[in-house]
């Protein structure tokens, strides 16, 4: 849909112009898995697939929400008072932008009602950060709507996520909203999540002659939000049984005795992947600066093992897209994202992307691919 039929689609549901609009992506995290939180590397990067936000501002005290993706129980206009936000009372999509704006507050700022439109291009249920997307979106336009200066854009992430952990109830690390908040065109962006250095690393597969591919199971298992919690306590436990702050202080060199130290299997599998996860970044790191982009496959590959054997989190429609993918050819696959369902990542030369989308498409019919590159960052449309 273009600016003008965007700005139209507002005043049809609110009867009256938008200030701006936002735009704000979703991510696919190249490598470094259930490390974020665990103050370890991430490396995501932006897709171009976006949430993106037309907003105007209120003076009653009132956030009015508005889903062009919405249909049937969950369409229409959400009402909501600012002064009735609470953690845990809003329900449905609409839970996110609140979280948002009650957040905002919460730390201080001054913001207040706003009527918004959203509409959104990243599938939702994928493991592709739709949430982070409608999160950052609401948060970037909210903020600069009502001239709040001096905020970072990792901040604004940290907000976000702290919007989710405290409003939604989702014990998740910062990584899908940094990404949406701080990537940039044609880079992924390396996160050292202890202290938060950002590097934007150049990752321009077309001049390589490759392509990534996502292939979207459309499968999410119904576990996946509680062991999420359950793996982050986990990772806690075994940190704290090693006299560790996190696992991220235990040294690649020093895995076997981190090992030998820890009292039961699941503490040990949680480690190692985590250890050696944090390890795969910096390899991936390493060769991206070195020109060597052919050869993160099969670190990727390997991440992926890691992911599923030790960490427990694929599920048997990941590994058949991933097994299938690099039996056909592929230079390296991996799950992205939580896991428990999602996409899977599939490295290709461009001369071998048909035959690979094919064997998988044939494998699981349901798959949804495409191929992507990097696109950019959060930021205002006009
Ligand atoms: C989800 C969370 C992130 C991160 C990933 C796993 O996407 O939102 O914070 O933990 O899972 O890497």
Redesign the pocket.
Same mark, same amino acid.
Request: aromatic residues 8%; negative net charge.
């Given at each position: 849909m273009t600016d003008a039929a965007f700005e139209i689609a507002f005043k049809n549901v609110f009867g009256r112009a938008p200030e701006g609009a936002w735009s704000a992506p979703g991510r696919v995290?190249l490598i470094? *898995?259930?490390?974020?939180?665990n103050d370890g590397h !991430?490396m995501p990067f932006a897709l171009p697939h976006a949430t993106r936000a037309a907003v105007a501002r209120r003076d009653d005290g009132v956030l009015r929400l508005h889903s062009a993706n919405m249909e049937g129980e969950e369409g229409g206009v959400v009402e909501l008072r600012i002064a009735d936000l609470a953690p845990g009372t809003t329900g449905g999509w609409a839970r996110y932008p609140a979280a948002v704006l009650w957040t905002l507050r919460e730390a201080g700022y001054p913001i207040g009602g706003a009527d918004i439109h959203y509409d959104s291009t990243v599938p939702v249920g994928g493991?592709l950060?739709s949430s982070?997307a409608l999160q950052v979106v609401t948060a970037l336009a909210l903020t600069e709507l009502h001239g709040v200066q001096g905020v970072s854009r990792q901040e604004l992430a940290l907000l976000c996520?702290s919007s *989710?952990n405290t409003y939604v109830g989702?014990p !998740?690390?910062?990584?899908?909203q940094t990404a949406s908040a701080c990537c940039t065109e044609g880079h992924a962006l390396h996160l050292d999540v202890r202290g938060l250095a950002q590097r934007q690393v150049p990752f321009d597969l077309a001049a390589e002659g490759l392509r990534l591919l996502v292939c979207d199971t459309r499968v999410k298992h119904a576990h996946a939000d509680g062991a999420?919690g359950e793996l982050r306590a986990g990772c806690e436990a075994a940190a704290a049984a090693l006299g560790l702050t996190a696992l991220r202080d235990v040294d690649f060199d020093g895995l076997d005795a981190a090992l030998a130290a820890l009292p039961d299997d699941r503490l040990r599998r949680l480690t190692r992947h985590v250890v050696t996860e944090n390890h795969r970044v910096e390899e991936v790191l390493e060769l991206l600066d070195a020109g060597r982009t052919r050869e993160i496959g099969p670190v990727l590959t390997a991440g992926h093992a890691s992911l599923r054997d030790d960490f427990q989190v694929s599920c048997p429609e990941l590994d058949l897209v991933a097994d299938t993918a690099l039996a056909a050819g592929a230079l390296g696959a991996r799950m992205t994202?939580?896991?428990f369902g999602g996409s899977v990542i599939v490295l290709v030369e461009e001369a071998d992307e048909t035959a690979v989308a094919a064997a998988v498409a044939e494998a699981l019919p349901q798959v949804r691919q495409f191929a992507t590159v990097p696109g950019p960052g959060a930021h205002r449309l006009w």
């Open positions: 995290n470094g *898995e259930h490390t974020d939180y !991430v493991g950060s982070a996520q *989710e989702a !998740v690390g910062v990584m899908d999420y994202g939580g896991g």
